[in-house]
């Protein structure tokens, strides 16, 4: 199995904060990556696939890259309704998602 | 608009069995996949393995053999996951989604094993 290793589990940030978060792919996944947002008591709903392709409906302040092993989300000016957890999910191998990282705002 | 719909919650007592299903509208439903997935209290997503809808071939995660079914009826456009002997471990929302990413998920089964 594709083991996803993402990073930091928690991220506190200001508004307007331009902030990432890292996901590590255990193989080569290509460029086979999601990320998702969920909201307490939601299903995930998905902002970028292929590692880099935003979803449409979503804001373009959030970006994706990488590909291979390494990959990043980036929202490059924090909001208040980013409040959420976020994750990654490979789907070049079955599907396999990393652990999830809950952001917060200061 | 596409969208999946999932059955209500469910209470069930441990070694009981449950059915929890997913009705899918808005697209042609033999076209993908469908993924079976869980999230436990608090915890992260895991995927328990899919079911062809065109072929009703399932296949499952490391793990989830054994006590997890996957089946479909195509003349409702609905997939079904049956797990027997539940556990306490069981307690879980259980979601299904397409294989295509860019369709929305189901809106989640909270199943609950408690005695």
């Known amino acids: 199995d594709i083991q996803m290793t993402q990073s930091p589990s928690t991220l506190s940030a200001s508004v307007g904060d331009r902030v990432s978060i890292t996901c590590r792919a255990s193989?080569?996944?290509?460029?086979?990556l999601a990320w998702y947002q969920q909201k307490p008591g939601k299903a995930p709903k998905l902002l970028i696939y292929?590692?880099?392709f935003l979803e449409s409906g979503v804001p373009s302040r959030f970006s994706g890259s990488g590909s291979g092993t390494e990959f990043t989300l980036t929202i490059s000016s924090l909001q208040p309704d980013d409040l959420a957890t976020y994750y990654c999910?490979?789907?070049?191998?079955?599907?396999?998602f990393g652990q999830g990282t809950k952001v917060e705002i200061k | 608009q596409v969208q999946l719909v999932q059955s209500g919650s469910e209470l069930k007592m441990p070694g009981a069995s449950v059915k929890v299903s997913c009705r899918a509208s808005?697209?042609?439903?033999?076209?993908?996949?469908m993924n079976w997935l869980r999230q436990a209290p608090g915890q992260g997503l895991e995927c328990l393995g899919y079911?062809?809808?065109?072929?009703?071939?399932?296949t499952f995660a490391q793990g989830f053999t054994g006590r997890f079914v996957f089946s479909m009826d195509t003349s409702v456009s609905t997939a079904y996951l049956q797990i027997s002997s539940l556990k306490a471990e069981d307690t879980a929302i259980y979601y299904c989604?397409?294989?295509?990413?860019?369709?929305?998920w189901g809106q989640g089964t909270l199943v609950t094993v408690s005695s």
């Open positions: 989604a397409t294989r295509d990413l860019r369709k929305p």
């Open positions: 808005g697209y042609d439903f033999t076209t993908y996949a």
């Open positions: 079911i062809n809808t065109n072929t009703g071939r399932p």
């Open positions: 193989q080569n996944i290509s460029a086979w």
């Open positions: 292929r590692a880099s």
């Open positions: 999910q490979q789907y070049n191998s079955y599907w396999t």
